[in-house]
């Protein structure tokens, strides 16, 4: 079974205790929000993309500061959480093969989902990302750098989570290797943000978010 198919299966088995767990996140999470109101206001005028959207957090977050989001996700269960928590529209996709037109989105938004990719996958992600932004277009992308047991580089697979089996690697990455694979394919660094976790409201593992953009030329 592919690495994708493990990704989407582990998903679905924890979408309601991950949705219990998380959906509510950002009400704790200030740095988080003034990042989506940015992009919010980059991708005025435009659909925005939430890839990885998960119970659909972000995209209602992104709603309420007056973007038009849509929810991708590689996980059916999960879909179907963020259309009923939201009501925004979301649908079933690979980042690795979006089913949008070229240069049909204002921004995009990808909170922690590229870290279940190996490096030859972010790379179809990044460029999947170039291709659907309208010249101009910004995407922001959050990932893990390193915790107390895995250091930035690394991976960690878990078997078992919230007592369901899932088998899902996740990828402590690296930033300014990741910003030169957004920049191979065709997105400019615009800021980057690296922070310390709130161990009292989420995993103890930190983080760093790129805002990148498609040049308008």
């Known amino acids: 079974m592919s690495e994708t198919t493990e990704t989407r299966h582990s998903y679905d088995r924890v979408a309601d205790r991950y949705a219990t767990e998380i959906g509510d996140e950002l009400t704790g999470k200030p740095l988080d929000r003034a990042l989506l109101a940015a992009l919010a206001e980059f991708g005025a005028g435009g659909p925005v993309l939430d890839v990885g959207c998960g119970p659909g957090q972000a995209a209602a977050e992104l709603a309420g ?3 038009r989001p849509v929810g991708l996700d590689l996980s059916p269960a999960m879909c179907a959480l963020a259309t009923r928590a939201t009501g ?3 649908c079933v996709a690979d980042m690795t093969a ?3 037109r070229s240069a049909a989105v204002a921004a995009i938004v990808c909170l922690y989902a590229v870290i279940h990719l190996d490096a030859p ?7 999947e990302f170039a291709r659907v932004l309208r010249p101009g277009g910004s995407a922001l992308i959050a990932f893990h750098t390193r915790d107390a047991e895995t250091p930035s580089g690394q991976a960690r697979t878990h078997t078992d989570w919230w007592g369901h089996p899932v088998a899902l690697t996740f990828r402590f990455l ?3 290797a990741e910003v030169a694979a957004l920049a ?4 400019t660094l615009t800021a980057r943000l690296d922070r310390q976790p709130d161990p009292d ?3 103890a593992s930190e983080r760093c978010y790129l805002l990148v953009r498609r040049p308008a030329g």
Do not use: I, K, N, T
């Not at 996958?121 to 460029?127: F, I, P, W």
């Open 174 to 176: 690296d930033p300014a």
């Open 88 to 90: 925004l529209p979301c």
């Open 65 to 67: 500061r007056g973007a």
């Open 121 to 127: 996958g972010r790379a179809a992600a990044y460029a």
């Open 201 to 203: 409201r989420e995993h």
């Open 184 to 187: 191979r394919a065709g997105l």
């Open 98 to 100: 979006l089913p949008v």
